[in-house]
């Protein structure tokens, strides 16, 4: 793509400027919670291999009406089928478009005709491939623009949306939860599950993004009372200004966490090939994500557990942290990690150094980090209870913020448990974020798959696996109570 | 502890200069392998929050002599039970020591007069704690020298090892498994499991460190044949010259990896309280790492990774890496972390370019990254055979020294499946570490652990979550193969 090209791209691109939130809703929704849906393209084979997304939208238990679209078949699953869009007698909310990209276009133009106000274009070879991919998706544009439609993709996989059953994705998820989390992503890869991550909540893949971009979902998802906090993958933006219009905006709403990929000369060729999107130096990134109030995520793991902490903890309303260990060495390893993302290590204050020191062995010092394994073998009461005792001091000190906290998957097994203690204290001291570590080895043992699941069926679904994850992620949490403070 | 005892400390600490080789096998083994281990200060109480030493080793399955020795008992789980260590009729290979601080340099001189070569001493409150405690610490290291024998600790959880079933923990490990990787720690939680890291074939917690030093480890894991990957655990060290002259050797032999923690001047002054032992610079420790030839973790995931991937991966001839992705939006991260660590992004040849281009659609150009998705979609052979000879192709291409491959846990269900293709494509390049993302939510779903099970049973339990995790982890590959051929 020239640069003359990529500036008509980027001009002519915003077909509708948005007066009012309600356009946004109107525009947006129907990719997220269509009434109906009509695949073209569609085909009869089933199975897990077979990439049927009317298979796909049955097995998500879809109630939406569900209309096939293929010369080749009379009807599909039960379905009648149409020949063409043109000839379906039933409203369609959304069309999905599958099929050799030289037909897309005619498509496009017929779903106009129909006045169908909302299309997903599902496959790739456009402004990701050659020339003739890039004419043709210009072509896509034009006859869009001209209609007043909105155009999702191409070479996506679409949207996904759990609180609706809903899903265009050809491939099943491996799980789809209700989080309130809202992804804008630049990769179908979000509808897999990337190391920790799993899908988020609602997910938008922008694809190529020729018409419907990252501005218009973030939008959505901030006046979306189902997301609490927006997930935006980006690996090139076209339209930098209305981004920053939008973000200036949605930073103050809800929580906004940014995974910028293509960070290097290198890489953002690559990205501009991948999507036909365009990147710019990763300083800049930085200092946008900054100013605007963003929070950056620097891997993908960092990403999912920014995720859950800006989910399930409160923000933190300052930096002073209590760290809490089942061993000296990790506390060693916290502190390092508590310099590396600015946080204060807390002076603990006079009362609580007292009462923590009546449990203690008459060598041992109370300080922070506090190490709990002297105090557990020298009370008499039950392990839980000086477990308990301990850490409730700790976090009801004033001149504690929030606290890290290492302790095993094995303190579960205490009485009352650690997970017990943990939702207790969480409701007790609710401004004061709890950073939960059960270092187990998930890699050699499913014990995390089961603490896991009572602590989300307690509400706290948050752990961490180690120092520098849940430092970074209380870091987070209280620079965006600084920027919320800032910016009132 | 003032800069004059330090030193003291420091130039008395080294009981016996080791001449040869035999000496430090036969001075370190009884820790790991002990044909009998009386244990002072032993108890009667059971059940998994007892604590009890005695209880675990059967538990484990050690087969050595158990003695139990307390005045309070006649016998414990059924074994006679002496008053005290002298009266102990049997041959001692290792004695652990329980109980309080003031009663332990009796013991020790005690263990002295019945003969006993190797002491653990278990208890913290010594140079961790108060001038007291370092006053006790110093009479027994006086002790352990005029009699000529080893200690281990004070303030440690003492050694394990799953090869001889075998440990002087009071806790329960989760699991001990047979890894070929040998911990020198100076903290207790590697005998739990960190993040991803699970305990780590034989450990030994040097705790206060006295005596046993981690150089008289480190050195005794590159002469044990069970032990491929020797990790180190580092807060901070005493003999710093006989590191170095251990280290120098070591590297050669064996890959070394080291987890550096007290990296900062707040943590370092923790760091000496934790185990009273002294700490440097960050900047000069991770100098002397890298001319040693030494892999520095950075985090404890990284730790584990690299642990993973030394263990079961090939070294990496060269840092040219191939990018094998089921989405365009990771091969895009993974040029992020290419240049962040300093691979080389490989050109595939004209020879692989060709038999690719006869697999995908007009439109798609073979590069790498590659993206397998368009190709998978457009031949018509079943998923799992195409998969395989995309994957073959770039492997196989010598211009490729490894790969990182991002496909889904899904791919397990393909025919033939992910796992088995790997294996035998591992088989078929041994030089080339393939460095495989199966990228799915630990967090909530266990399918992960069954991927991880049969990878196991085929002997490649190497996986990586994301894009930064794994190509760091080539890249030590290729880092460690460098030293090997510069110090030829």
Known sequence: MDKKSERILSEENRLIEFKDQSSIIDQIRPFLEPASIAVVGAHANTGEQAFNVIEHLMWLGYTGNVIPVNPEYEEILGRKCYPSISEVPDKVDLALLQGPRSTIPGVVQQCVQKGIKSVVIAGAGFADADDEGRRLQNEIVNIARRGGIRVLGPNTIGSANPFFNFSTSFARQTEMKKWPVGVVCQSGMFFG?????????????????????????????????????????????????????????????????????????????AAKTHTGSLVGRDEVWDAFFRQYGMTRAET????????????????????????????????????????????????????????????????????????IWPMMLTTKQPYGETFRDIVGEVLGDPGVDGIVLFAGAWFDRINPPITRTLVDLAKTYPGKPIAWCPYYGWLYDNQSYEIEQTLMSMGMPVVFSNPEDSLRALAALARYQEFLNDSQ
Request: aromatic share 6%; net charge neutral; charged share 25%.
């Open 193 to 269: 599950t990337i190391g920790r991550l799993n899908l988020l909540g609602k997910g938008v893949d922008l694809g190529n993004s020729c018409d419907v971009d990252i501005s218009d979902v973030m939008e959505y998802f901030v006046l979306d009372p189902d997301v609490k906090v927006v997930v935006l993958h980006i690996e090139g933006v076209i339209d930098c200004n209305r981004l920053k219009q939008i973000a200036g905006k949605a930073c103050r709403k809800k929580p906004v966490i940014v995974l910028k990929t293509g960070r290097t000369a290198e890489s953002g060729k």
């Open 300 to 371: 993908f793991d960092d990403l999912s557990d920014l995720v859950n902490a800006f989910c399930y903890l409160p923000l933190m309303s300052g930096r002073r942290v209590g760290i809490v260990t089942a061993s000296g060495g990790i506390g060693i390893a916290c502190l390092d990690a508590c310099k590396k993302y600015n946080l204060e290590v807390a002076e603990l204050g006079v009362h609580t150094k007292r009462k923590l020191n009546a449990m203690s062995p008459s060598w041992f010092e109370i300080a922070n980090p506090l190490d």
